[in-house]
């Protein structure tokens, strides 16, 4: 029944990137705004980033400058590439669609930050 299917989470130095994908039907991608959220042991899940299905986008002031979020309207898919990564950014990350009335998480994918 999972709808929203993400990839790209793993292990990675300090300092290193990585890039998250989620594919999502088209049906939910064209009318849902996208995000990425992240929970960390012992922590609240938290608000990443998300895009519009105009573009514009948000983000958390932890990540801002260093991640960035994108849609690949062809694809149905939504991107998340993060660069300068640090130990605290170490957490399952999350993919979400939402609109009124409707909302869906991914299952999650585990990103990794240790030297």
């Known amino acids: 029944q999972v709808q929203l299917v993400e990839s790209g989470g793993g292990l990675v130095q300090p300092g290193g990137s990585l890039r998250l994908s989620c594919a999502a039907p088209?049906?939910?991608?064209?009318?849902?705004?996208m995000g990425w959220y992240r929970q960390a042991p012992g922590k609240e899940r938290e608000l990443v980033a998300t895009i519009q299905v105009g573009g514009s986008t948000n983000y958390a002031s932890s990540v801002k400058g260093r991640f960035t979020i994108s849609r690949d309207n062809a694809k149905s898919t939504v991107y998340l590439q993060m660069n300068s990564l640090k130990p605290e950014d170490t957490a399952v990350y999350y993919c979400?669609?939402?609109?009124?009335?409707?909302?869906?998480w991914g299952q999650g994918t585990q990103v990794t930050v240790s030297s």
């Open positions: 088209r049906s939910i991608f064209d009318i849902c705004v």
């Open positions: 979400n669609a939402n609109r009124a009335y409707f909302n869906t």
